[in-house]
Structures are given as C-alpha cells and as structure tokens.
C-alpha cells in the first residue's frame, strides 16, 4: 500500500548515508534530522498486530518488523536513494546495506528474511515484482514472521481501505 499517491521526486535528489540516530517509527519508516523516510516498495508488519509462534507465544508483530530494520541500520552503512513523495510528505527511498563486503539491497534484506512484505497498490497488485518473489520465497520457507500466524499487513491495509470507501 506504500505507493498509493506517489509523486515522482527529482531526478537529482542525491544519495544520502542514514545516520545511526534515526527516530525509527516502523519496520519501514523512520524521521531523520526532522524528515520523514519511507522504503518504497515495502510493507511492515503493522504495529500493535499480533504474530503468535508455534508455543502460542504473541509478539507484537510490527515491533518485531521494527527490530529488524533497527538491527540492519545498527550494524550496517545504509545508503539511500529518494525516488518520490508519499502524500503525507515522507520521501520514498531505495536503500543498500553494506553487510561483509556486499550491498544489498534493504527491501530485499528484509522482505527475504520474513521480517516485511512486499507492498502493493491500492487493488492489491504488488509495486515490485522482485519483493513480491522475495516474500513468496520467505513464505515458502516459513522465515521470520511465516514461522508464526499473523494477519497479513496488505490484507489488514486493503479491508481498512474498503470499509473507508463504504
């Protein structure tokens, strides 16, 4: 749902190094120096949610989504490309995480190891097709939050969307 109402951003708007004290509001957004930041493409698990492990164990499941995003930006150089403007004013990015020699790509990181979702549009469709790959693989191999029962952040978004257009 993150891409709904984007507006293309300038083309010149550089690459900047996320700073270690960023006000991490999400498992995919977080306020740095007065600015708001989102990753494109991605989908938290939405706080105050529930994911229970196989004990029945309930964590609160975008708190863990945050956890990850947290621990990448603790341990890693997170770099940063602005590509849009969300409508409530966050900047959409695409970021890289250097992690032992190699940049990958954060989304990716953290779509594929079943800690966020891939994002989708306002009828469900998902924004990028290589999350969505990185989502089903993760699913397939019950990876971070698939090893417990959650409801689905895009499930949750698109039936709150649906309700507000009733």
């Known amino acids: 749902m993150s891409a709904a109402g984007v507006e293309p951003r300038s083309a010149t708007a550089a690459p900047f190094l996320v700073s270690k004290s960023v006000e991490l509001l999400t498992g995919d957004t977080w306020r740095d120096d007065g600015k708001l930041y989102r990753l494109y493409g991605v989908q938290s698990c939405l706080r105050g949610t529930i994911a229970a492990d196989a004990n029945g164990k309930e964590l609160d499941c975008g708190n863990v989504s945050l956890a990850h995003l947290a621990a990448l930006f603790s341990t890693a150089a997170v770099t940063c490309q602005p590509i849009a403007l969300a409508l409530d004013e966050a900047t959409f990015v695409v970021c890289g995480a250097k992690l032992d020699?190699?940049?990958?790509?954060?989304?990716t990181a953290l779509i594929g190891a079943g800690y966020a979702?891939?994002?989708?549009?306002?009828?469900?469709k998902a924004v990028s097709a290589t999350y969505l790959v990185a989502e089903l693989n993760a699913k397939m191999k019950a990876d971070g939050l698939w090893a417990t029962k959650f409801q689905h952040p895009i499930e949750l978004l698109l039936r709150r969307a649906g309700e507000r257009k009733q």
């Open 101 to 107: 020699g190699d940049t990958v790509d954060l989304g």
């Open 117 to 124: 979702f891939a994002a989708t549009d306002a009828k469900g």
